[in-house]
């Protein structure tokens, strides 16, 4: 990765909202096919019977299922797409039904930020149907418990604690991204080694987990984790008073190798799972998804492009902002038709310059050629 451009205007290459929404369903809506000669085939010669000697009949390998093709016009779109960004990026679509993918750098570990916290609660509904817990367990949030960042339950939390329960502390972790809530969860089932055993056990491929919140954020801006970063504006002053090549430093060695990568393909591969019933009980399947739909965050991501008719549930993870660029600005999620097919869609963006607008227009011209190849 090039070193970041510290003194230099942001070039004005703006893409119109409208303009790239557009260009995605054009692109998907113009569907292509490709012919392939078969190869020649040259048959060996039968072999020679030797007297005394017997030879047994090979016995034929049992055939593979060959996977579905995916849609040429949503492959062409989809690269399309790629190519028009500048930036790291990384997108998979899965269709949940007909198992075709979709990929593009789908394979390369990216940034999650808080998107990990959809695993967290994967494990925490995972110890529910093992019986080692309860979505009504009550659970105690103290003032040593805050992180750092977006922790709307910061606010609740007076005197000796504030009192919630497992269920409310998923609610808020996945619907609001509360980083305390989703840290006190990581806490209440044994921390990250438990996360990863999860991740381990359910097969759910190149998804790493990293060590929390506090510590993750910390290191990514070249700082040590103390206490005092979590009230008021004491991380973001400490942050302020580094040396502007410690930061960077510490952001391009996060974007390089990020605790909390994760490939694309693998996450969409797991929510395809997670919709299919095959990580956790239909029970907390169901409360799971139904949760991810009443997601308040990411209304403009992949969200902004869900039509009337449609259900669509889903994580964000927004990273820290260094000289213009951000480590990682992503939105994943189940996309479910009127009809009943669905879909899963993994866009992450590693690092880029590029504008707010323009990432959530490139996430909204996804959706709408998923959308156009369904229809």
């Known amino acids: 990765m090039s070193s970041i451009p510290l003194n230099r205007k942001e070039k004005v290459n703006a893409v119109h909202h409208r303009a790239l929404f557009g260009a995605a369903v054009a692109i998907a809506v113009l569907a292509g096919c490709q012919t392939t000669q078969a190869p020649q085939i040259t048959r060996a010669a039968a072999p020679v019977p030797i007297p005394g000697f ?23 779109a989809v690269n399309e797409l790629a190519r028009g960004f500048d930036g790291k990026l990384g997108i998979a679509v899965r269709s949940i039904d007909r198992d075709w993918q979709v990929a593009t750098n789908g394979d390369i570990a990216l940034p999650q930020q808080s998107v990990s916290k959809l695993w967290v609660a994967m494990a925490v509904l995972d110890a529910v149907d093992q019986g080692r817990a309860r979505l009504d367990d009550p659970v105690k949030v103290t003032r040593e418990d805050l992180t750092l960042f977006h922790q709307p339950i910061a606010a609740m939390v ?71 970063f979590a009230t008021g504006n004491g991380f973001i002053r400490a942050r302020a008073s580094l040396p502007i090549d410690t930061r960077v430093k510490a952001y391009q060695a996060y974007v390089a190798d990020p605790p909390d990568g994760a490939a694309p393909v693998a996450i969409a591969d797991a929510l395809a799972k997670l919709k299919r019933g095959a990580i956790l009980s239909a029970t907390s399947t169901r409360y799971l998804i139904d949760t991810m739909e009443s997601s308040k965050t990411g209304k403009q991501r992949l969200a902004g492009a869900v039509p009337t008719g ?66």
């Open 310 to 375: 449609w259900r669509f549930g889903h994580k964000t993870g927004t990273g820290q902002d260094l000289a213009g660029r951000t480590a990682g600005y992503n939105d994943v999620g189940i996309l479910t038709a009127p009809d009943g097919r669905s879909y899963a869609i993994a866009v992450m963006i590693g690092d880029t310059a590029r504008p707010v607008r323009e990432r959530q227009a490139l996430m909204q011209a996804v959706v709408a050629s998923v959308i156009a190849t369904h229809l």
């Open 158 to 228: 007076r005197g000796d604690g504030y009192q919630a329960t497992v269920g409310e502390l998923l609610q808020r972790s996945l619907t609001q991204s509360d980083n305390t809530a989703n840290d006190r969860l990581l806490r209440f089932i044994g921390g990250p080694p438990v996360v990863r055993d999860f991740i381990h056990r359910k097969g759910l491929g190149s998804i790493k987990f990293g060590p929390g919140e506090r510590l993750l954020q910390s290191q990514t801006a070249g700082l040590a984790w103390q206490p005092e």
């Open 54 to 76: 017997s030879i047994a009949a090979p016995k034929a390998a049992p055939s593979r299922p060959v996977p579905p093709a995916a849609p040429a016009a949503l492959v062409a």
